[in-house]
């Protein structure tokens, strides 16, 4: 039990659907992050929220669309997926970047496939 | 953030201490050494972090040179749920702008725990 629940743990998708992800984390942290980890590639940042507000954004495409209602809670909505953006999809959280050294709490991914 | 290195994969015998090595050589003085593990199917799992003293938690300890070039991540008693791959990180102690959360795993230690 890590403290951050992520749901579905295994999500299959077809190229035209429209899916959302949901993190929730039960540690009072103020800031939540997602990332994408591909298969032998390393761990990429996508987003990341601080006390709601979104304040990074890695370049990511915006068929990828994150919200952020509270500081508890984490969605991704996807929609018009390609095959390559299957991958698992982790979030995280961690008390607000002004604490610096607060290191991320991990979920245990969202595993996606995009058929 | 430095560029770390570890050894692909270590065994060790179940209740024996695992000792993880991480090679930083370029680490600047701001920078924090973090450890994670990732047991396969499951998020990253923060274990320990420091900057030059020396830590301890319920899970291991942090040994790290008078230099900070490089870190030893101790497991005391090594348990057949340790077996995972470890991650060794450096990244800036303090906020910095937009990737200061990126987190850059390596391929980090694939450590069997051998009964």
């Known amino acids: 039990e890590t403290g951050v629940t992520q749901t579905p743990r295994h999500l299959v998708m077809g190229m035209t659907n429209k899916k959302s992800l949901k993190c929730e984390q039960h540690?009072?942290?103020?800031?939540m992050y997602w990332y994408k980890q591909s298969a032998k590639k390393p761990l990429e940042l996508m987003f990341v929220y601080n006390f709601k507000e979104q304040t990074e954004n890695n370049s990511v495409p915006s068929r990828f669309s994150p919200e952020c209602p509270n500081s508890s809670h984490l969605f991704l909505h996807l929609h018009t997926l390609q095959p390559e953006d299957s991958a698992l999809y982790l979030c995280a959280s961690s008390h607000s970047r002004s604490s610096y050294n607060s290191p991320l709490h991990f979920g245990n991914g969202t595993r996606l496939t995009v058929t | 953030d430095a560029k770390t290195t570890q050894p692909p994969s270590m065994d060790c015998a179940e209740g024996r201490a695992a000792n993880l090595p991480c090679n930083h050589s370029t680490i600047s003085g701001n920078e924090y050494v973090y450890w994670y593990r990732q047991i396969h199917s499951q998020g990253p799992q923060y274990i320990i972090h420091g900057l030059k003293n020396n830590e301890t938690n319920e899970m291991a300890s942090l040994i790290i040179t008078e230099d900070r070039k490089s870190s030893t991540l101790i497991l005391p008693h090594a348990t057949l749920r340790d077996t995972a791959v470890y991650y060794c990180?450096?990244?800036?102690?303090?906020?910095?702008?937009?990737?200061?959360?990126?987190?850059?795993f390596g391929k980090g230690t694939k450590l069997s725990v051998i009964p």
């Open positions: 990180i450096v990244r800036v102690a303090a906020y910095s702008g937009a990737g200061s959360y990126q987190l850059t």
């Open positions: 540690l009072g942290h103020n800031a």
